[in-house]
């Protein structure tokens, strides 16, 4: 059944696929097993990264990016496209994201979305506020505050965001702290005026991971434990690392400031045991996945199918797009 055929999508649209959730949530997984059975009805289907960690040529190992053989042939887009040195906002992200689904529908073909990322999906989907270029002298105030005084003046300044966002968000604090300070005007405000957003745009397929928390967190554990074994690939966690710190970036880079990055340069400082570090690293994973657990469950709209159980069932969970 074509596109244009299909009941489910009179207008025409093409289909986009969206499997999202926490990290270490089964996501990758799935969305390759999606890609096989699309190729099995001949149909072409490319996988496009949406998680940013893994879109850092940098982080093979800690961001747990697909091995070349683990990609099983499929087409995947956007794993290690940055260098570690050029920070991928969300807009760079949903602009080379654009063209890539852009391009594969132009060849007839499924592009399967696949992360954790929820800016990333949500700038791509909804578009991007209009904020303009902060004052460099405001960024860099604000940027100097410790977290506790600027989570303190955005209480006073935009206090609904405030208190939306956790105390210890350094960043989220310093974006909307700054934001208001640059220009006047809260980030919601610029918020409500988005555009760009494809979601009118497609027929979108979503689907969101949301497993057992204890076994989440359990796999969290396992799969940090397993990134520092030197055989996990180009000498594990601990030689990606070293490689990065000799690159001597800029520590406020994303790149720099990836779960796992920090505790592996404590241990190679000798800040720290293995053991520790492991322990350090595990933590700030399952911290993630919580919080991106609950994101997931509560942002996306009510028409993204929430999937708990751990033995999903392609065909009926995207059902439609398997006939079409």
């Given at each position: 059944?074509?596109?244009?055929?299909?009941?489910?999508?009179?207008?025409?649209?093409?289909?986009?696929?969206?499997?999202?959730?926490?990290?270490?949530?089964?996501?990758?997984?799935?969305?390759?097993?999606?890609?096989?059975?699309?190729?099995?009805?001949?149909?072409?289907?490319?996988?496009?990264?949406?998680?940013?960690?893994?879109?850092?040529a940098?982080?093979?190992?800690?961001?747990?990016?697909?091995?070349?053989?683990?990609?099983?042939?499929?087409?995947?887009?956007?794993?290690?496209t940055?260098?570690?040195?050029?920070?991928?906002?969300?807009?760079?992200?949903?602009?080379?994201?654009?063209?890539?689904i852009?391009?594969?529908?132009?060849?007839?073909?499924?592009?399967?979305?696949?992360?954790?990322?929820?800016?990333?999906?949500?700038?791509?989907?909804?578009?991007?506020?209009?904020?303009?270029?902060?004052?460099?002298?405001?960024?860099?105030?604000?940027?100097?505050?410790?977290?506790?005084?600027?989570?303190?003046?955005?209480?006073?300044?935009?206090?609904?965001?405030?208190?939306?966002?956790?105390?210890?968000?350094?960043a989220?604090?310093?974006?909307?702290?700054?934001?208001?300070?640059?220009?006047?005007?809260?980030?919601?405000?610029?918020?409500?005026?988005?555009?760009?957003?494809?979601?009118?745009?497609v027929?979108?397929?979503?689907?969101?991971?949301?497993?057992?928390?204890?076994?989440?967190?359990?796999?969290?554990?396992?799969?940090?434990?397993?990134?520092?074994?030197?055989?996990?690939?180009?000498?594990?966690?601990?030689?990606?690392?070293?490689?990065?710190?000799?690159?001597?970036?800029?520590?406020?880079?994303?790149?720099?400031?990836?779960?796992?990055?920090?505790e592996?340069a404590?241990?190679?400082?000798?800040?720290?045991?293995?053991?520790?570090?492991?322990?350090?690293?595990?933590?700030?994973?399952?911290?993630?996945?919580?919080?991106?657990?609950?994101?997931?469950?509560?942002?996306?709209?009510?028409?993204?199918?929430?999937?708990?159980?751990?033995?999903?069932?392609?065909?009926?969970?995207?059902?439609?797009?398997?006939?079409?």
């Amino acid at each position: 059944m074509s596109t244009e055929d299909s009941p489910d999508d009179p207008a025409g649209l093409p289909p986009l696929a969206l499997i999202a959730g926490p990290t270490a949530s089964g996501k990758s997984d799935l969305a390759l097993r999606l890609a096989l059975a699309l190729r099995e009805r001949g149909r072409t289907a490319v996988i496009i990264n949406a998680d940013s960690a893994q879109v850092y040529a940098d982080l093979t190992v800690l961001s747990a990016r697909p091995t070349r053989h683990q990609m099983a042939g499929i087409d995947h887009q956007l794993f290690g496209t940055w260098d570690g040195a050029a920070a991928c906002s969300a807009a760079d992200w949903a602009a080379a994201a654009k063209a890539v689904i852009a391009e594969v529908h132009g060849a007839g073909g499924v592009p399967i979305l696949v992360g954790g990322t929820g800016l990333y999906l949500r700038t791509l989907l909804d578009g991007i506020a209009p904020v303009p270029e902060i004052d460099p002298e405001v960024r860099a105030a604000v940027r100097a505050l410790p977290v506790a005084q600027a989570h303190a003046a955005l209480a006073r300044e935009d206090p609904a965001r405030a208190t939306a966002l956790a105390p210890a968000d350094t960043a989220r604090i310093s974006r909307a702290l700054e934001v208001a300070r640059s220009t006047g005007r809260t980030l919601a405000d610029w918020q409500q005026q988005r555009s760009g957003g494809i979601r009118e745009c497609v027929v979108l397929h979503a689907a969101i991971l949301l497993p057992e928390r204890a076994w989440l967190y359990q796999r969290c554990d396992q799969r940090f434990a397993a990134m520092l074994d030197p055989s996990s690939g180009s000498g594990g966690a601990i030689a990606e690392v070293e490689a990065l710190l000799a690159r001597r970036l800029d520590p406020a880079l994303p790149v720099m400031r990836a779960i796992g990055v920090g505790e592996v340069a404590s241990y190679l400082r000798g800040a720290c045991s293995l053991g520790e570090a492991r322990a350090l690293g595990a933590q700030s994973t399952r911290n993630y996945a919580k919080r991106q657990y609950t994101w997931f469950r509560r942002q996306p709209p009510p028409d993204w199918q929430r999937i708990e159980t751990l033995n999903v069932d392609i065909s009926a969970h995207f059902d439609i797009l398997l006939q079409q």
